[in-house]
């Protein structure tokens, strides 16, 4: 059975600082890997996808890594900004169709 | 873009009272996923379905049933409704089963069960 873990639970930072949030997972047989953000109580906003057959994807301020054989993935996230605060969660899909989801991040980026 | 819409975006209900929810996926998408989310948890997959067929099932209780119509649009049907049952419920869609593909989530239902 997959299980997906976020470390750190909780990540507090001044603002510009550059930050790295670390994903694993214990079944390295995936499709591929996602990135979420969630502001409280709101949805899920899909951040960085990284196929198997990646190592790394880039959008903006953001970067995935994923090292699939070893079980991890990190996002970076470059020059942090009060905006930036939300829980990100970490989600891989394996052989079936679901996702896989960690219990997530909650980032709080202070001005 | 259009996104994915789900109905409704809040609803109170008293135990053992039935519920229903709504998705509207992305068009063109065919996939559609169901997922619960308890407060301070992470999303847990429900069931999900292709071309209006059953495509994989998780950890969905018995007195919830789903399903896809014809249009693409899926419903999750709730009954006998739990205290537990409170939850963000997630509707995602994507484009086939293809696993390249991202699953784009809809804003969510949240669900009170009194």
């Known amino acids: 059975k997959q299980e997906v873990t976020q470390i750190p639970a909780a990540l507090s930072v001044p603002e510009g600082e550059n930050l790295v949030l670390n994903c694993s997972f214990t079944?390295?047989?995936?499709?591929?890997l996602q990135w979420f953000r969630q502001d409280p109580g709101k949805g899920l906003t899909s951040l960085l996808l990284?196929?198997?057959?990646?190592r790394e994807q880039t959008s903006g301020r953001l970067n995935a890594s994923l090292d699939k054989s070893s079980g991890r993935s990190t996002l970076y996230i470059a020059a942090s900004q009060p905006g930036d605060s939300a829980t990100y969660l970490c989600?891989?899909?394996?052989?079936?169709?679901?996702?896989?989801f960690g219990k997530g991040t909650k980032l709080t980026v202070n001005p | 873009a259009a996104g994915v819409i789900q109905s409704p975006r809040h609803l109170i209900k008293e135990k053992r009272e039935t519920a229903t929810l709504k998705c509207y996926p992305i068009?063109?998408?065919?996939?559609v996923y169901w997922y619960q989310q308890g407060p301070g948890q992470d999303p847990q997959f429900l069931i999900s379905?292709?071309?209006?067929?059953?495509?994989d099932k998780g950890s969905i209780p018995d007195r919830f049933s789903a399903q896809q119509f014809s249009d693409y649009h899926s419903e999750l049907n709730m009954s006998s409704l739990e205290l537990g049952d409170s939850a963000l419920y997630f509707c995602?869609?994507?484009?086939?089963?293809?696993?390249?593909?991202?699953?784009?989530f809809g804003p969510g239902t949240r669900l009170l069960v009194l």
């Open positions: 995602a869609s994507s484009l086939g089963l293809q696993t390249k593909e991202t699953q784009y």
């Open positions: 079944d390295s047989a995936i499709y591929n």
């Open positions: 990284i196929q198997s057959s990646q």
């Open positions: 989600a891989v899909q394996g052989g079936s169709e679901k996702l896989v």
């Open positions: 068009p063109r998408h065919d996939t």
């Open positions: 379905f292709y071309e209006k067929m059953q495509s």
